[in-house]
């Protein structure tokens, strides 16, 4: 994740709050914990700034430090600011810079057919041997599907792309493609790299997107969605580490509304378990893709409310899951019972 440092200078109020509780200090990682964040350091400081923190945090950060910064703006001065690891700047500045693509080819049918035939090496084998087993529930719900859609899913492990893909459809799948960041999978002149920008396009699927790029990181999608193409789309942004899922961004809102396309969202479950953050081993085990009822937006629908309808359909399922276990996002199983009692429905499952 992105590193940021973080100074304050404290007001006379919050000086005389950490003379009468010095663990008031600590209040900022109750604050950045909030936004996903994780601290690395933090040290009280002699000379024009009371604190330094060290953190790392989600790749959408920057949309939410101007609001973390007016939480502390009542008993302190607050400056972010960004970070980079000297190893990594010094690779930076040694390497070519710039990145690859996106490559419009990836949509021709001689490239849709390639991807077929790396199917097996670049998702296909690892879903086989992490999957133990592989639970799909739902899938007929593309059925009522008849042009372009946006898929979605909650964001928690790597092998998330890799079992979505291989729980959709035939038909939706041969012709779907999925955003990857660009300044780690198409960078130019990488030559360690051991998945190329090229491999990214062909046989992954995938085009590159700007950290941070704004409205124009959708100019390529909405591409794709004009020329027919679906799209996977994961609005949470980076992978959530808390139990709850992360705030989902407006892009998703955006394109269905312009492109009048619908969203499917499918609730993923147990990835987490099998490749955890961080971790560069897969544990085989369970996990479920369950396709939830697709969503079509009225018109006149506005971008916030959308992106509310996408996240609650999926923090539905999210809180049932919390409560009742994995088994609870199955679509082909009841629901629970309004104001029923949690521990009978677990058990019962």
Known sequence: MPAYVMLMRYHSAGLRAAQEDPRSLLRIHEGLARWECKVLSSFHVLGEWDQCTIFEAPDNFRAYRGMLEHEFGTTA???????????????????????????????????????????????????????????????????????????????????????LNAALPFRVRWNIYSGAAADRWFVKGRKELVMQPWYQSLAM?????????????????????????????????????????????????????????????????????????????????????????????????????????IYEAMNEVHQAVALFGDEAARQDRPRPAAGSNPASQAGGS
């Open 205 to 309: 699927g995938t085009f590159p997107i700007q950290r941070g790029g704004g409205s124009k990181a959708l100019d390529y999608p909405r591409w794709l969605l004009d020329q027919g193409c679906n799209l996977i789309i994961f609005p949470e942004g980076t992978r959530s580490t808390s139990r709850s899922m992360a705030k989902f961004r407006h892009g998703v809102s955006i394109l269905a509304l312009e492109k009048d396309v619908p969203v499917v969202p499918v609730f993923l479950t147990g990835l987490a378990a099998l490749r955890p953050k961080g971790s560069r081993e897969i544990r085989p085990g369970p996990a479920g893709a369950h396709v939830l009822e697709p969503i079509r937006f009225a018109p006149g629908t506005s971008v916030p409310e959308a992106t509310r309808m």
């Open 77 to 163: 001065d607050t400056e972010i600011l960004p970070a980079v690891d000297y190893d990594l700047f010094s690779r930076m500045v040694g390497q070519e810079a710039g990145t690859e693509g996106p490559h419009p080819w990836q949509i021709n049918w001689w490239a849709r057919l390639g991807r077929l035939a790396f199917r097996w090496h670049a998702y296909g084998r690892w879903v086989h041997q992490a999957c133990k087993p592989l639970t799909v529930t739902g899938r007929e719900r593309f059925g009522q599907i008849k042009g372009p859609c946006i898929v979605v899913a909650n964001h928690t492990s790597h092998m998330d792309a890799l079992v």
